[in-house]
């Protein structure tokens, strides 16, 4: 039975890295770099979230309408104001990297100045937690795990059955073979990074929701770059069968080990994939421009 609860958690856990792995893997698909702002914009929309939640007393949908808003606002922005600049001129893969750390330490930047080192709780959405067979189920992990199902596979739909979605994977296979037979690279690469920007604030509403607000919470974002790395960089079904196996592994060894000794196993756990299986479980070999 307590094997049963591990994995009721974790799965509930796992499908929050999910969101964050998806949407870390969906610019490394398209772009073939890492998009290391991706940690302060959850960060940044997760606060945005919260204060217009807190202002205004909005419930739960609308709270992660407003973060999922801000977040493919600012990623969009971000593309524009950096990423695109760098695609035309051509510039040393170097400059992606600097220009993402870059990003992320601006986003950073603003929460700290808004908020100071403070912690916040967001408002109260669900219930006590239920108990069933022994079992105990909280109500914020069942709306979040149902919500996130739901994300992620209307995610798949629109890239396997939309024209937009097959542009975006024309683009992620050849960008300048995509581009000889008329399809707007550029509108692809900002559909990009508007859904990996809804998908920043979404998850990170959900960690605050959970857990603590705190000016560092996208340091978790490298829970998302451990279940990519699983399930394998730049595929999109690797990345929730890596985040949801890293969600049931973190709460096993959070349980039996300690929390403080845990994040130490699932580096190495990480470290064994890229040591045993480079591509991850569901990936292919594709060399990172930075």
């Given at each position: 039975m307590q094997i049963l609860q591990y994995v009721i958690n974790g799965i509930a856990l796992g499908s929050v890295y999910a969101l964050i792995s998806t949407g870390f893997s969906l610019i490394f698909n398209v772009l073939k770099f890492s998009n290391f702002s991706h940690g302060a914009l959850m960060t940044f929309s997760a606060f945005t979230g919260y204060f217009v939640a807190a202002a205004n007393g909005w419930g739960l949908v609308p709270t992660i309408l407003a973060a999922a808003a801000t977040g493919s606002l600012v990623a969009l922005a971000g593309e524009f104001v950096a990423f695109r600049r760098i695609l035309i001129r051509n510039t040393s893969p170097i400059y992606f990297f600097v220009s993402s750390i870059t990003l992320g330490?601006?986003?950073?930047?603003?929460?700290?100045l808004q908020v100071g080192?403070?912690?916040?709780?967001?408002?109260?959405?669900?219930?006590?937690?239920?108990?069933?067979?022994?079992l105990v189920i909280s109500q914020s992990d069942i709306i979040i795990f149902c919500i996130?199902?739901?994300v992620l596979v209307v995610l798949a739909l629109v890239i396997q059955k939309t024209r937009l979605g097959r542009a975006l994977r024309s683009v992620s296979f050849d960008r300048?073979?995509?581009?000889?037979?008329?399809?707007?690279?550029?509108?692809?690469?900002?559909?990009?990074?508007?859904?990996?920007g809804a998908l920043a604030g979404l998850a990170g509403v959900f960690l605050g929701i959970n857990y603590t607000l705190y000016p560092t919470l996208g340091s978790l974002v490298v829970k998302g770059f451990?279940?990519?790395v699983i399930g394998g960089l730049g595929s999109?079904?690797?990345?929730?069968?890596?985040?949801?196996?890293?969600?049931?592994?973190?709460?096993?060894?959070?349980?039996t080990i300690g929390?403080?000794?845990?994040?130490?196993?699932?580096?190495?756990?990480?470290?064994?994939?890229?040591?045993?299986?480079?591509?991850g479980i569901a990936g292919s070999n594709i060399q990172e421009k930075a």
């Open positions: 330490t601006l986003f950073e930047g603003i929460v700290v080192a403070n912690f916040y709780n967001y408002p109260r959405f669900f219930g006590k937690p239920l108990k069933l067979a022994g996130s199902a739901f300048d073979t995509a581009s000889l037979m008329g399809i707007d690279v550029t509108r692809s690469i900002q559909f990009a990074f508007i859904i990996s451990i279940a990519s999109l079904p690797g990345a929730v069968i890596g985040a949801m196996l890293l969600g049931i592994v973190e709460t096993t060894l959070i349980s929390s403080g000794y845990a994040p130490v196993f699932t580096f190495l756990i990480m470290l064994v994939f890229l040591l045993v299986r480079p591509r």
